[in-house]
């Protein structure tokens, strides 16, 4: 019977190598057979929250994260044309009714519920002696000067106040399982001030034979 010859021992490189393999394949069956980690509850949607805000809450307070800011919104057109068909400059009255309302970072209020208004106007009369307006319409006649086959209409640009900050909610009971929720937020509302201004432009040969 031959005698079985002793292995030679391994190279440095080559235990380091094997010792590698080993890692990797102890790995892989450790993902085999560890029991699946079950996913967390999805956290209510911000809408969701705030609609509880005074609607089930112990508590729902809106802390500023900064002060009020003055912002400039969105341009629109308000009211009618006025079309000039006379060979000399005249002036026309345009009546236009605008209305703005508040914005914010959840969606308008009406789709999320009216309780969180409450906090967010309290806290802005109190925190800087201001009134947070949901909603403002202005109505009024201007009258604007058209040169000679123009047409001219109105622009206006509201002046508007910005908010930034967090809804504290706080429930008697657990709501999906915490009684403690925050919620950032920030909303714009209307002031009492805007710009106009006029502009005026040449017809088109359509608008001359529509309107002349």
């Not at 079309?83 to 005249?90: A, D, I, V």
């Not at 009258?143 to 640009?157: A, H, K, S």
């Amino acid at each position: 019977m031959t005698p079985l010859k002793p292995l030679k021992p391994l190279k440095p490189h080559s235990r380091a190598r094997w010792a590698g393999v080993l890692a990797v394949l102890f790995a892989g069956s450790s993902l085999l057979t560890a029991p699946a980690a079950q996913g967390e509850e999805p956290r209510p949607t911000d809408a969701e929250l705030l609609a509880k805000c005074e609607n089930g809450t112990k508590k729902c307070v809106f802390h500023p994260s900064g002060p009020l800011v003055e912002t400039a919104g969105k341009r629109r057109k308000v009211g009618d044309e006025a079309y000039n068909c006379t060979p000399r400059l005249q002036r026309s009255g345009i009546t236009w009714s605008d209305t703005v309302e508040e914005t914010n970072s959840v969606g308008n209020s009406a789709t999320v519920g009216t309780g969180f208004g409450g906090p967010l106007s309290l806290s802005v009369t109190t925190s800087f002696e201001r009134t947070w307006k949901k909603s403002r319409t202005e109505s009024a006649t201007t009258f604007i000067d058209v040169r000679p086959y123009q047409v001219g209409w109105l622009e206006r640009t509201p002046d508007l106040q910005k908010v930034e900050g967090t809804y504290e909610l706080i429930f008697e009971d657990r709501f999906e399982g915490k009684r403690y929720w925050y919620v950032p937020f920030e909303a714009t509302a209307p002031l009492e001030t805007s710009s106009m201004v006029q502009r005026t432009r040449p017809m088109t040969k359509d608008e001359k034979a529509n309107h002349c």
